[in-house]
């Protein structure tokens, strides 16, 4: 090779070099540090809420089940007041029973008992009959598990007997009439006879004095059970009422006790 030939392709070979980067590193780290590669972040999967499934209910029975009392047991009338004590209205109803001399049934609502553990006592010290009437008025108590129905009835008992230790607690009213067998028989366990009514002026539904009085007056025959309430909103007509119908009522029938 002719020396002008080759200093010529001596020249071009180191320009080559040149231009490919700094000896001994590849390309792309002569063009500077590689690019960051982002680490994926893992996925956060949070824990799914355990919730508690609600049970299912029994269905309704369409007639009422056996073992109910639905009569005073002798020719007497027997009042009953549902949803108490109550501070307002439960001492208007003790007041005007201790001045008619007759005593009634008290249906307690557990967390009302807890509440007002005075006015339980005095119902007890004034002879008056108790009657547990669920802890909180459930008015599906009797559809739910037999464990629940049991668990809600002695809790409400519990709540009264902390008021009136040994309380005598002789019998259970579901709220609303709503009654199942199973109910019957949890009652029965504990001791306690299943109350039901059968006079019923719907007094809840805050009708006038006079509607209740009619009611009450055109229902009641010997033996009946009266249904009236001391608790649960205002009882303003029902005190009314009881004015005219506790006299009335044991003039005409004589109030007795439940036995």
């Not at 231009?19 to 590849?26: F, S, V």
Request: with cysteine; proline share 10%; glycine share 8%.
């Amino acid at each position: 090779m002719r020396p002008r030939a080759v200093l010529a392709l001596a020249l071009g070979l180191a320009l080559f070099l040149s231009g490919c980067g700094d000896p001994g590193k590849t390309p792309s780290q002569a063009s500077g540090p590689p690019a960051a590669t982002a680490t994926p972040k893992p996925t956060h999967r949070p824990h799914p809420t355990r919730t508690r499934p609600k049970p299912t209910l029994r269905p309704l029975p369409k007639t009422l089940p056996a073992g109910l009392r639905r009569s005073s047991g002798d020719r007497g009338v027997v009042l009953t007041f549902d949803d108490g004590p109550d501070p307002r209205w439960t001492p208007q109803v003790l007041d005007q029973l201790r001045a008619a001399h007759v005593t009634a049934t008290f249906c307690l609502i557990g967390r009302q008992a807890r509440r007002y553990p005075q006015l339980v006592a005095r119902i007890v010290r004034e002879g008056h009959q108790l009657c547990n009437h669920s802890w909180r008025h459930d008015l599906n108590l009797g559809r739910r598990p037999v464990a629940d129905i049991r668990a809600d009835l002695l809790r409400t008992n519990q709540a009264i007997r902390a008021a009136v230790p040994r309380a005598r607690i002789a019998w259970f009213r579901q709220p609303g009439g709503r009654w199942t067998p199973e109910e019957v028989a949890v009652a029965r366990q504990l001791g306690m006879r299943s109350l039901h009514w059968s006079v019923d002026p719907q007094d809840w539904d805050h009708p006038t004095a006079a509607t209740i009085i009619k009611r009450v007056e055109s229902a009641g025959r010997p033996g009946s059970i009266v249904l009236m309430h001391d608790g649960g909103g205002d009882r303003s007509q029902t005190m009314a009422a009881c004015r005219h119908l506790i006299p009335d009522l044991n003039r005409r029938f004589r109030i007795s006790r439940l036995r």
